[in-house]
């Protein structure tokens, strides 16, 4: 976005009417977008509009007829978030990521850098090779299934993660496990390596054109991507990888499931894997935990048990960050656990059907 239509969006931010008190609104990344058009006014927003795609002006338009109120203290976040965005995909055309990353730091400090950060790069990957997520499965299987495991692994790279995992579903075992460690392994495409894919795949694809050394692959990748494979495909996986490379699968593993992913999990799985986890991780773990995460929990167990965490939570203070994501892993190593002996249910990537 120009210079003129940042300072429109932090005039705008600073000039707004208070509105009434109300609490904070939760609106999806759609209806932020839709706040931003609307805090813009008409003729900047028009301005904006010749730079979209139709479908995004159809979309965004729907969401702005849509939106109705916001209060004054959610448009002030969402503008402030937008700026950001701004000022992060400056940095990151303008000196690349690592020049990013140091001119974010400075201005928003490490953890807001590295947020931003990973939201720019995922939007420079989408961009850059959306023509991949046209394309439906079977073109991708039928396009990719004679090539090198190396080369269907950069190009499941920028695909999303459901997609990814259907290519794979209909590789031969050990292809499958050639392609999942490659993914796994890497983590960013020069210019250069995508040129030669673009090469390679011409008559298949549309021309793959990059600048930047934008991150892909990578285990977190590959881990959501094995959420999304049928249970027989992951073990099958899994037993040739453990083999092949132990200490890959073992890590793949740990990323499959994360703590704040317990907010998907059925209230009796949350209820069982309490019963077996320390106390005391608990307390630690919550410490560091988000409030829908915390709430899930305390829904879960007896009034007692949970005052008693409160009461804990207040006392503990001066808590290493490492102390908490290690009750944290420890507490998800108990649910995996219990997962393997069908004790309880992680949902996965939506495909699992449960019957009460």
């Known amino acids: 976005m120009s210079e003129t239509a940042t300072e429109s969006i932090q005039k705008n931010a600073a000039t707004a009417q208070p509105a009434p008190t109300h609490p904070k609104q939760e609106l999806t990344r759609q209806q932020k977008a839709a706040a931003v058009i609307?805090?813009?006014?008409?003729?900047?927003?028009?301005?904006?509009y010749q730079y979209m795609e139709p479908e995004d002006v159809e979309q965004i338009t729907l969401e702005v007829a849509k939106l109705g109120y916001v209060d004054a203290a959610t448009t002030e976040d969402i503008l402030n978030e937008y700026y950001q965005m701004c000022m992060t995909n400056k940095a990151v055309t303008e000196g690349g990521l690592e020049y990013a990353r140091a001119v974010l730091e400075?201005?928003?400090?490490?953890?807001?850098?590295?947020?931003?950060?990973?939201?720019?790069?995922?939007?420079?990957?989408?961009?850059?090779?959306?023509?991949?997520?046209?394309?439906?499965?079977k073109s991708l299987y039928a396009a990719l299934q004679h090539e090198r495991p190396q080369t269907i692994a950069l190009v499941l790279s920028y695909v999303e993660p459901e997609k990814s995992a259907t290519v794979i579903d209909e590789l031969d075992p050990e292809r499958q496990v050639k392609v999942v460690e490659s993914i796994a392994n890497m983590e960013s495409a020069s210019p250069a390596a995508v040129k030669i894919?673009?090469?390679?795949?011409?008559?298949?694809?549309?021309?793959?054109?990059?600048?930047?050394?934008?991150?892909?692959?990578?285990?977190?990748?590959?881990?959501?991507?094995?959420?999304?494979?049928?249970?027989?495909?992951?073990k099958s996986i899994f037993d040739r990888l453990s083999t092949h490379n132990a200490d890959l699968a073992d890590e793949i593993r740990k990323r499959m499931f994360v703590f704040e992913d317990i907010v998907t999990m059925d209230d009796r799985s949350v209820q069982r894997f309490v019963r077996d986890c320390d106390p005391k991780d608990l307390?630690?773990?919550?410490?560091?935990?988000?409030?829908?995460?915390?709430?899930?929990?305390?829904?879960?167990?007896?009034?007692?048990?949970?005052?008693?965490?409160?009461?804990?939570?207040?006392?503990?203070?001066?808590?290493?960050?490492?102390?908490?994501?290690?009750?944290?892993?420890?507490?998800?190593g108990v649910i995996r656990d219990l997962e393997e002996k069908n004790e309880l249910i992680i949902l996965k990537g939506g495909k699992d059907d449960i019957i009460a």
């Open 106 to 137: 400075r201005a928003f400090g490490s953890q807001t850098a590295s947020m931003l950060l990973d939201k720019v790069t995922k939007s420079l990957k989408n961009r850059e090779f959306s023509f991949l997520n046209k394309a439906d499965e």
């Open 197 to 234: 894919i673009e090469a390679e795949m011409e008559k298949r694809f549309s021309s793959i054109m990059t600048t930047n050394n934008v991150k892909v692959g990578g285990v977190d990748y590959v881990a959501d991507v094995m959420n999304n494979l049928d249970r027989a495909s992951e």
């Open 283 to 332: 307390v630690l773990a919550l410490k560091g935990a988000n409030t829908e995460v915390a709430n899930k929990i305390f829904a879960n167990v007896s009034t007692r048990m949970a005052q008693s965490i409160r009461d804990d939570l207040e006392v503990t203070v001066n808590v290493r960050i490492r102390d908490v994501e290690a009750a944290q892993q420890r507490i998800v």
């Open 38 to 48: 609307i805090s813009l006014g008409t003729e900047k927003a028009s301005q904006l």
